[in-house]
């Protein structure tokens, strides 16, 4: 079976691999501990770089071989969000930890959020991004494009 996706146990660490989100585990293969709120991670290379496109407006943001970036109206993709209340003007972050990139509201009044698979995540701590994955920030809907 090829490993596209992972999810850590956050009991024991260990990955659970597995190769399409139908076939997710609710389970550690490890240790049993439920799975049920922790979201898959892509397994793959190094991420070089995110593309993030409004999902109305089909206009994109492009940053490339970053370790951390701020978001807002004032910071950057401030081109790509609407000057609006709901956006702060330092709404959000996203990292680049172990191989993997995650984002976390900066205590904005609307919040961050991340929906996967119909299932929405509050970003108040780091969530992992996920390819294909939206990014929610009031009305807004940002589609993620992590590049390899």
């Given at each position: 079976?090829n490993?596209?996706f992972?999810?850590?146990?956050?009991?024991?660490?260990?990955?659970?691999?597995?190769?399409?989100?139908?076939n997710?585990?609710a389970?550690c293969?490890?240790?049993?501990?439920?799975?049920?709120?922790s979201l898959?991670?892509?397994?793959?290379?190094?991420?070089?770089?995110?593309?993030?496109?409004?999902?109305?407006?089909?206009?994109?943001?492009?940053?490339?071989?970053?370790?951390?970036a701020?978001?807002?109206?004032?910071h950057?993709?401030?081109?790509?969000?609407?000057?609006?209340?709901?956006?702060?003007?330092?709404h959000?972050?996203?990292?680049?930890?172990?191989?993997?990139?995650?984002?976390?509201?900066?205590?904005?009044?609307?919040?961050?959020?991340?929906?996967?698979?119909?299932?929405?995540t509050?970003?108040?701590e780091?969530?992992?991004?996920?390819?294909?994955?939206?990014?929610?920030?009031?009305?807004?809907?940002f589609?993620?494009?992590?590049?390899y």
């Open positions: 079976m490993n596209r992972i999810i850590v146990c956050p009991k024991c660490q260990q990955d659970n691999g597995f190769d399409k989100l139908s997710r585990p389970a293969k490890n240790c049993g501990a439920a799975l049920a709120d898959p991670a892509e397994k793959q290379k190094t991420p070089v770089g995110i593309i993030i496109t409004n999902q109305e407006s089909n206009d994109n943001f492009i940053l490339k071989f970053f370790e951390l701020f978001f807002g109206r004032e950057m993709g401030k081109t790509l969000f609407r000057p609006h209340v709901e956006i702060s003007r330092r959000f972050l996203i990292k680049l930890s172990k191989n993997q990139y995650y984002i976390q509201d900066l205590g904005s009044m609307a919040g961050t959020f991340f929906e996967l698979d119909g299932t929405q509050d970003c108040k780091p969530v992992p991004l996920v390819d294909g994955g939206t990014i929610i920030l009031g009305k807004d809907r589609t993620v494009n992590i590049q």
